[in-house]
């Protein structure tokens, strides 16, 4: 799977688009603002740049693309008028894989710049947006321009599927009747995921470190766990049982069984530790704060049916934020025939999990600060 040119959330306004069915991660921005605020008020105590360079990295579209760049406008532009100085420049960098909907989010930048002048009024900074196409696993931006980077549910992403799962001669053997890592994958499984892990995320930490100006500083929150085991529920069950969806269709025939054995995500949860280790050995920046918290797996908010006034189940919410994060891989892979029943099943099975257990996503919290050398 070619993780670059396949990856991307559902695109457009309808019903099975991120735009619309991400309540999940709309709810982690908020809960990790007050980390954002933090580390850019530590960025402007000593001197507010004339200029100020800020990136989003893992962008996708839809409503939160913005709101974390607004959000990021309102702590600067308060910080300067307390100051008594009009705002700096800013240089804002949109970024994610080529497959993501840039068209839209453009689409609302007219709206977006009339609203943040209406609200700051004289003394709001020249605003200059940009999309950048491309892995945040590699270089994206000069040398040196960067003060603020920001990712948001992304880099739990892989930039590849481990290369030992893709390897045609061994696959169906190594996590047969598996989509993820789970409690029957043999260690093999386990240590080729954390591999691929350390390698993106040490490569991502390279790649900010040349960017950034020392100081700089960048709030990163992804799905991960807090336990070291990658095989406990927190970390990855809501990949078993899309894949029970997937096993229950193979059972009926409706998929072969070789197309579900070949299929592995190319994510990866990973723990606390795991971070700590990899920005230590990379050694571009210090670790300023590392948290972790809960989040349900449908947000904790209900949702109106489109068609009646009544909510939606828990297990439908869970089904339909999946789908638009999954959903571009999965039909590549399966083929678009089969996504309403696959995500049907998935629903069903979700919700009857949700009736007998509660269930939360661990996600991970941490800001770090670029080192001066």
């Not at 954390?194 to 390279?206: E, H």
């Amino acid at each position: 799977m070619e993780v670059v040119k396949v990856l991307h959330m559902n695109k457009g306004d309808g019903e099975t688009s991120y735009a619309k069915n991400s309540t999940v991660q709309s709810k982690i921005i908020s809960t990790v603002k007050p980390a954002i605020e933090e580390a850019i008020l530590g960025i402007l105590c000593e001197k507010v740049p004339e200029s100020i360079g800020i990136a989003d990295l893992g962008c996708s579209s839809g409503p939160n693309s913005l709101l974390v760049i607004s959000e990021i406008m309102d702590i600067i532009h308060a910080r300067c008028r307390n100051l008594g100085r009009p705002s700096p420049e800013f240089r804002v960098s949109l970024n994610d894989l080529p497959g993501n909907d840039f068209n839209s989010i453009f689409e609302t930048l007219p709206a977006f710049f009339k609203k943040q002048k209406q609200e700051k009024g004289i003394g709001f900074g020249r605003c200059y947006v940009s999309a950048v196409a491309g892995s945040f696993y590699d270089r994206l931006f000069p040398d040196k321009s960067l003060h603020f980077g920001h990712s948001s549910s992304s880099l739990h992403w892989l930039s590849q599927v481990p290369p030992v799962l893709e390897s045609n001669a061994i696959q169906a053997a190594l996590n047969k009747g598996k989509i993820y890592i789970s409690k029957s994958s043999p260690q093999c499984v386990l240590d080729a995921y954390a591999v691929q892990f350390q390698n993106n995320f040490s490569m991502f930490l390279r790649s900010r470190a040349a960017e950034m100006v020392a100081g700089g500083r960048m709030v990163l929150s992804f799905m991960g766990r807090s336990s070291i085991d990658p095989t406990t529920e927190e970390s990855c069950y809501h990949w078993e049982l899309l894949a029970q969806a997937l096993m229950g269709m193979v059972t009926e025939g409706l998929i072969e069984e070789e197309k579900l054995d070949s299929f592995n995500a190319p994510y990866y949860g990973p723990c606390p530790e795991e971070l700590k280790m990899e920005i230590q050995k990379e050694g571009s920046f210090i670790i300023d704060r590392l948290d972790h918290f809960e989040i349900d797996w449908d947000g904790g908010v209900e949702e109106l049916t489109s068609t009646m006034s009544l909510p939606l189940a828990r297990g439908q919410r869970v089904a339909k934020t999946i789908r638009a994060v999954v959903e571009s891989m999965f039909e590549l892979h399966f083929g678009r025939g089969i996504m309403d029943l696959l995500f049907t099943r998935y629903a069903e099975i979700v919700d009857g999990y949700l009736s007998k257990n509660s269930a939360n996503y661990i996600n991970l919290v941490i800001s770090i600060i670029k080192k001066d050398n």
